[in-house]
């Protein structure tokens, strides 16, 4: 079996979909999650990108639909978690209301995140490292403080914690181990990036959103494509098992190699 297939069938994609049934499928499977867990709802942490907006809007209909159902009360919780000013949170508001999602908070993790870094900053020189830690490790610290305050939330509203890691990224480990990483349930797994839009533009997903590129926002500028050095168009080409160019192909072959241990169980003796 050639690697490409090998990684498809890891990573259970199909070729096409038929997004109302992928939106039933997914809808359906939180809600018997939630049942089976004895759970209260479901927290996803909103970002202003189309992913969460997928998610939470699935997520919103699992909870109403429960609660609908069983006559109990079940919650959707949307958790805005800037790092201090963020430009486009006007477009995790905006999800907030196309879902009519009637509990959100906003959890800054500014302090947080500052706080971390100072602690690790301050004890490098004494490791012969004298340069402040990298914008990379300091976004992996944002995306691991919003996991933290996100598990404290969930805790106390004995939530389960929605993640939004689906194909596209699995594929490249494109995701903070034990950060954006870790979570509960991640109903877009299966799905590429170009069929997370599809299902976008068959929910209510506000047009701002469905015409952004994908950003992680761990620092100015960033953006997924150029930070992996591959298109999501190719990226989903590849995952749908069409031919790409070769070099492309063995940028996706390399990243998926490299980053195994974030998708495998933690290795242990
Ligand atoms: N072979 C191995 N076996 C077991 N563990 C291994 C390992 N190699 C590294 N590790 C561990 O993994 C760590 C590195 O992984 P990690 O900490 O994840 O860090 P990193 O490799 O930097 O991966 C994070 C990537 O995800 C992107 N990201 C992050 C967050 C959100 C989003 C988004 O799209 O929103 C994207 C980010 O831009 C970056 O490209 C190492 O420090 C080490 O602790
Ligand atoms: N500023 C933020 N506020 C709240 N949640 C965030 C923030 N940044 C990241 N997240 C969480 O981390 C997840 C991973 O981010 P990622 O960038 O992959 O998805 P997205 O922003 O929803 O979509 P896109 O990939 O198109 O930017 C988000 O879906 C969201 O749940
Ligand atoms: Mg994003």
Not at 50 to 59: E, F, H, N, R, Y
Not at 83 to 98: C, F, R, T
Not at 158 to 185: C, M, P, Q, R, W
Not at 233 to 241: A, M, R, V
């Amino acid at each position: 079996m050639s690697i490409q297939q090998q990684i498809i069938d890891d990573l259970r994609v199909q070729p096409t979909i038929e997004p109302d049934a992928e939106i039933r499928k997914r809808v359906d499977f939180l809600k018997s999650y939630i049942q089976q867990s004895g759970t209260q709802g479901l927290l996803i942490a909103i970002s202003g990108g189309i992913d969460s907006a997928v998610a939470a809007g699935l997520c919103k209909q699992a909870t109403d639909e429960l609660s609908e159902s069983t006559g109990k009360k079940y919650m959707t919780l949307g958790v805005y978690q800037p790092y201090g000013q963020q430009s486009d949170i006007a477009d995790s508001y905006a999800v907030a209301e196309a879902f009519k999602l009637e509990h959100t908070v906003e959890t800054d993790v500014q302090s947080g995140v500052d706080a971390i870094t100072d602690l690790v900053n301050k004890v490098l020189p004494s490791i012969d490292i004298q340069d402040p830690i990298t914008p990379q490790a300091k976004g992996n610290i944002k995306a691991r403080t919003r996991m933290v305050t996100q598990y404290a939330l969930a805790n106390e509203l004995n939530l389960l914690v929605v993640g939004t890691d689906h194909a596209s990224e699995a594929i490249t480990g494109f995701f903070t181990k034990y950060g954006d990483g870790a979570v509960d349930i991640t109903p877009l797994s299966t799905l590429n990036k170009r069929q997370v839009r599809q299902l976008a533009t068959h929910m209510a997903v506000p047009q701002s959103i469905l015409d952004k590129a994908p950003s992680a926002g761990l620092w100015e500028d960033q953006t997924d494509e150029d930070e992996l050095g591959i298109t999501y168009n190719d990226n989903s080409d590849y995952l749908e098992g069409k031919t790409i160019d070769q070099v492309a192909a063995e940028r996706l072959e390399s990243y998926y190699k490299r980053t195994a241990h974030k998708r495998d169980p933690i290795p242990g003796i």
